[in-house]
């Protein structure tokens, strides 16, 4: 990241603590909710079956960077089965750089080609290890494992979501990203409640035992591409929400930190470890402010 860019995070973050400014810094945008997996946890595919067109994302892209979001993010759906007029994501990231924003990653389930140089950071869902992965996101293990190794870039960052079925295997999962040479980091999210998938949700003693295997793993050195300060924060459920620095926008409809906001009930249950994260920079909180600094500079 350039100097000038970092300084206007800089400036950014003072304001929003100092003033206690509800601006976002952070947009995601929904390229289509296809996708080609049904995972037992997740609420958010083939619901209307929309593939968004080109010049409504570029819109889309330039109001975000109009009210001053810097970091964007692209997301589904399966965000790499979008394709609109012979544009794919590459031709979104390109036209991001060319807006100006200073960090452009995608989110993807990893099955189809992760050759995407592109993005600052690619977030490749991974949620266990081979029968565990495969019992949740159906057989794809071994197709991820081949774009893996395809990729010509290591900007990967393993994104998984911590659940009933594979919270025994937070350790497996680092250290298979620790070894793998196009896997730049893991970052983890607990699993969120959404209706039909409550049974995934952890209790509160297996929440106590992820949150000490990661902070033992970032401990050792792991790149754990979570903030060591929030994971307490996450157990005691005491951190403000919904998150006002982030925005999702999906089809010109945007939601404050993400679409979940609108299902009643669920922040309060809410597992998503970026949410707490932001949520503490941006009241203040030194730790986390500190941890951010170490972290994001190591992996961005
Ligand atoms: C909705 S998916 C969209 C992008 C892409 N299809 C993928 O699977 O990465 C984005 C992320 O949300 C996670 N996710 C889905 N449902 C979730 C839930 N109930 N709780 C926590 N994370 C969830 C997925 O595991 C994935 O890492
Ligand atoms: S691949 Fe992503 S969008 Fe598709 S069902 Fe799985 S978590 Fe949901
Ligand atoms: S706090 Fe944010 S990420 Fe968490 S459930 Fe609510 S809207 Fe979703």
């Given at each position: 990241m350039k100097k000038k860019d970092f300084l206007y995070l800089a400036?950014?973050?003072?304001?929003?603590?100092?003033?206690?400014?509800?601006?976002?810094?952070?947009g995601t945008i929904i390229l289509t909710d296809y996708c080609?997996?049904?995972c037992k946890h997740c609420a958010v595919n083939n619901i209307n079956k929309k593939m968004h067109s080109y010049e409504s994302i570029i819109k889309e892209m330039k109001r975000f960077y109009s009210t001053g979001i810097r970091i964007l993010f692209f997301c589904g759906?399966?965000?790499?089965?979008?394709?609109?007029k012979g544009k794919n994501i590459r031709d979104l990231i390109k036209e991001a750089r060319k807006i100006g924003f200073y960090i452009v990653n995608v989110v993807t389930n990893g099955t189809v080609t992760l050759d995407i140089p592109e993005a600052d950071v690619i977030f490749l869902s991974l949620d266990g290890m081979k029968d565990t992965h495969n019992l949740i996101r159906g057989d794809t293990y071994d197709t991820i494992m081949k774009n893996i190794d395809d990729a010509s870039n290591s900007n990967i960052c393993i994104y998984m979501a911590v659940n009933k079925l594979n919270f025994k295997e937070v350790q497996e999962v680092v250290e298979f990203a620790d070894k793998n040479p196009n896997i730049n980091s893991i970052s983890f999210n607990f699993h969120t409640p959404y209706k039909g998938t409550e049974h995934l949700t952890l209790i509160r003693e297996e929440k106590l035992e992820v949150v000490s295997k990661i902070k033992e793993l970032i401990k050792k050195k792991m790149p754990i591409f979570n903030l060591y300060s929030a994971l307490d924060v996450y157990l005691k459920n005491s951190w403000d929400r919904p998150c006002y620095q982030c925005i999702v926008s999906e089809e010109g409809k945007i939601y404050n930190c993400g679409r979940c906001v609108e299902v009643e009930g669920l922040c309060t249950e809410c597992g998503y470890l970026f949410a707490v994260e932001f949520s503490l920079l941006f009241n203040g909180?030194?730790?986390?402010?500190?941890?951010?600094?170490?972290?994001?500079?190591?992996?961005v």
């Open positions: 400036h950014f973050g003072i304001k929003s603590i100092v003033f206690k400014e509800k601006k976002p810094i952070l080609n997996l049904s759906g399966e965000t790499l089965l979008w394709q609109d909180n030194v730790r986390a402010i500190i941890d951010m600094i170490k972290t994001y500079l190591k992996y």
